[in-house]
């Protein structure tokens, strides 16, 4: 059995792959394995509050930055960390093994160069078509070895809000500031759809390049809002805020229904687990990690383009009813997909592998 692991990077509470980092080092913390950190830059802001937390309730141990020969010994593994692939080739003169976790559906050009070297030993995926998408490139340029392993989501996180109130119809998305996070149809969803009682919106991750994409009016206006303050608008009812204007625990409140369409083609996102531990019905896109988030029609809807986001949108308005049935059911479905101890089988199984270097 493995007994301690380095990690290359740092995790967080924001993003996809650092926030996952987070959740498995607990995971790992569970099943008796030490983790020791080996940062790629400074320890500053945030992360000094998340030093002390890893430090203090998770037995893990920090190593100096950029210290390679620290490693020393033992099974290294980084989380989409572009340094550690930067780096690799002076990592892996000290690593027993490296593995790389490629949490998107995409290559990253340091990771095929990595791979055509021989430097990485292990490639670790959380689906099944992720893995399909990105390792299609990486099999025939080295010795590939491939494995998936089901993620741990750590529901203590976030709380669940049952019982919201029906005198709005509340929604938003939430999203890095990425332009190809946001549907070229995004809005016409949020203008088009129906509701019996007033609409109230919230974007979460806007920038100046988002505003670009669509040419849009935007105003800065006094309103009443759901975060107290002015802001800025698209219309009257749709509030635009910057990544981490708020919390997400503060959003995830306000937001009962997310109803997010992105260009993209997700693996795993992060936000589908947060919506089903916070219980926001989610309106999303049929495709990618979607489909294993969302049971259509029972934990909420899977939509193939614009008039189905519309369809969807106007009939959860219209039946507040059917919100509390799929948020309760969504939130069984993390429990039971995503939780420990799945998580810590998937795990003892790729530790095995490693044992075998």
């Not at 550690?84 to 998107?104: E, G």
């Not at 007033?198 to 206006?221: A, E, T, Y």
Request: aromatic share 14%; proline share 3%.
């Amino acid at each position: 059995m493995i007994k301690e692991i380095c990690v290359i990077g740092h995790p967080s509470y924001c993003g996809g792959a650092d926030t996952e980092l987070f959740d498995q080092i607990k995971c790992w913390n569970k099943m008796g394995v030490k983790t020791y950190i080996l940062h790629t830059g400074p320890i500053t802001g945030s992360l000094t509050h998340i030093k002390k937390i890893l430090e203090d309730q998770y037995n893990c141990t920090y190593l100096d930055s950029r210290q390679w020969n620290q490693c020393e010994g033992m099974h290294c593994i980084s989380f989409c960390n572009g340094e550690f692939l930067n780096n690799l080739d002076k990592i892996k003169r000290h690593a027993k093994s490296t593995t790389f976790v490629n949490c998107m559906t995409w290559n990253f050009r340091k990771e095929i160069e990595c791979q055509s070297k021989g430097l990485i030993d292990f490639h670790l995926y959380q689906t099944d078509h992720a893995q399909k998408m990105v390792s299609d490139q990486l099999k025939s340029i080295g010795t590939f070895r491939a494995f998936r392993f089901d993620p741990y989501f750590d529901i203590e996180n976030f709380t669940y809000f049952e019982d919201r109130p029906n005198d709005h119809f509340r929604f938003g998305r939430i999203s890095r500031a990425d332009p190809v996070k946001f549907s070229s149809y995004q809005f016409d969803v949020y203008d088009c759809f129906k509701s019996p009682v007033p609409k109230s919106g919230v974007i979460m991750g806007w920038s100046d390049r988002i505003q670009n994409k669509f040419n849009m009016l935007q105003s800065r206006i006094k309103i009443e809002n759901q975060f107290g303050h002015e802001g800025l608008f698209y219309n009257s009812y749709v509030q635009l805020l910057k990544e981490c204007a708020v919390t997400q625990q503060d959003f995830y409140k306000f937001c009962d229904v997310l109803i997010l369409s992105a260009d993209t083609f997700e693996n795993l996102p992060r936000i589908g687990f947060e919506c089903m531990a916070s219980g926001t019905v989610m309106i999303v896109d049929d495709r990618g990690g979607w489909q294993l988030q969302v049971e259509n029609g029972i934990t909420g809807f899977l939509c193939k383009g614009v008039k189905d986001f519309i369809e969807k949108s106007s009939f959860l308005a219209e039946n507040p009813e059917v919100k509390e049935r799929f948020r309760r059911s969504a939130y069984i479905r993390l429990k039971e997909n995503w939780g420990m101890e799945k998580s810590m089988k998937s795990w003892d199984l790729v530790f095995k592998e490693w044992e075998k270097i």
